[in-house]
């Protein structure tokens, strides 16, 4: 690690392959300690511990401010938090660190933010309240709009790690947000598999995903915007997708109602599926389209993956991916959990 905190690292692509890999350069000392920190970076009164917030959003009057850390002086009884991540995957430090095919590597140009969810340490992304989670997602929506005016971000990527086994090594509840100058291969599939579909077929492939499985054996959730539902494939047990009901690219564009419903069945959703499974750790990824000029769009969407079995040399080293849980299955299960969980958010009994 560089002394001031930050990691400079290279994006190494394989020989033939389009995959991607982050590394250290190689004369960085980036070896962290698995040892958690004494105190907690991300709770209040910590805040010298991080850098300055570039959003704290604060409630005064009734009224949602968004403010920022000056020189000197920190914001104080915030809600959420963001700031730039102390240990990045990816970083705006200018360095020219290039080499050639069939070695082929680039500087690992880019912001990673972390949003800081709730101020509450013990308070994770199932127990934050669904007015918590809507002020999450506005400050979201606010930082992808900034980042897309930014040089070089070509794609703005936002997920959660939640407990050791997804990756994470801090336990209070957070978001990070991550650029890349290039689409991750990922996306760029999905986007051209759903072009393809789309000039074949007439149509949007999620929308008619979303016709199949609304009302169906997979579905566990539905509100008036969203629906939940255990994919046909699933990688991993107990995985669900979240989708809009209606076709959009954009998630920074989606109206107050929209993001006040998506607030809704994220919070029964995962607190449904913390209670269901035995608080499992788990990783959320956004499934966002490009939005500068990009042709290749696809319906924006969340996807959730429950860590709760190890991965053999078959799906590590063919990608042939074994499920000892069927989606019909999971979303019995998911789905009694997390219509419960609606049913005390919204005040049923």
């Known amino acids: 690690?560089?002394?001031?905190?930050?990691?400079?690292?290279?994006?190494r692509k394989d020989y033939v392959l389009?995959?991607?890999v982050i590394l250290p350069d190689s004369h960085e000392d980036n070896i962290l300690s698995d040892a958690p920190p004494e105190k907690c970076p991300y709770c209040p009164g910590n805040?010298?511990?991080?850098?300055?917030?570039?959003?704290?959003?604060?409630?005064?009057?009734?009224?949602?401010?968004r403010l920022s850390d000056s020189e000197g002086s920190v914001i104080e009884d915030w809600c959420v938090r963001v700031f730039q991540s102390q240990y990045p995957a990816?970083?705006?430090v200018a360095h020219n660190n290039y080499t050639d095919k069939p070695l082929y590597s680039e500087p690992a140009y880019g912001y990673h933010q972390i949003v800081v969810a709730s101020p509450e340490h013990k308070q994770d992304l199932s127990k934050i309240s669904?007015?918590?989670?809507?002020?999450?997602?506005?400050v979201i929506q606010e930082r992808v709009r900034?980042?897309?005016?930014?040089?070089?971000?070509t794609y703005v990527s936002i997920y959660v790690d939640s407990g050791r086994e997804a990756g994470t090594f801090y336990d209070h509840a957070h978001l990070n947000i991550v650029t890349f100058s290039t689409i991750p291969p990922i996306i760029e599939l999905e986007a051209e598999g759903s072009h393809k579909y789309v000039n074949e077929n007439g149509s949007c492939p999620s929308c008619n995903i979303l016709s199949v499985e609304l009302g169906g054996p997979r579905q566990i959730l539905a509100t008036d915007s969203f629906l939940a539902f255990s994919p046909w494939a699933p990688t991993y047990p107990y995985e669900f997708w979240i989708y809009p009901r209606r076709h959009t690219t954009s998630f920074s564009k989606i109206p107050q109602k929209e993001v006040s419903d998506l607030a809704l069945i994220l919070r029964a959703t995962i607190g449904g599926m913390s209670k269901g499974l035995n608080s499992p750790a788990f990783n959320l990824v956004f499934h966002l389209s490009p939005e500068k000029k990009n042709s290749r769009q696809i319906h924006w969407h969340i996807e959730v993956y429950p860590q709760t079995n190890k991965w053999s040399g078959l799906q590590r080293g063919f990608g042939i991916y074994v499920n000892t849980v069927s989606p019909e299955t999971s979303a019995e299960v998911l789905g009694s959990a997390c219509r419960k969980e609606l049913a005390g958010l919204v005040g049923i009994t």
């Open 47 to 65: 805040e010298s511990m991080t850098g300055p917030a570039v959003i704290s959003l604060v409630s005064k009057d009734g009224m949602l401010q």
């Open 90 to 92: 990816v970083n705006t």
């Open 146 to 153: 900034w980042l897309y005016t930014q040089k070089s971000v």
């Open 18 to 20: 389009e995959k991607f």
């Open 1 to 11: 690690m560089s002394k001031a905190g930050v990691i400079l690292g290279n994006l």
């Open 130 to 138: 669904v007015e918590q989670w809507e002020n999450v997602l506005l």
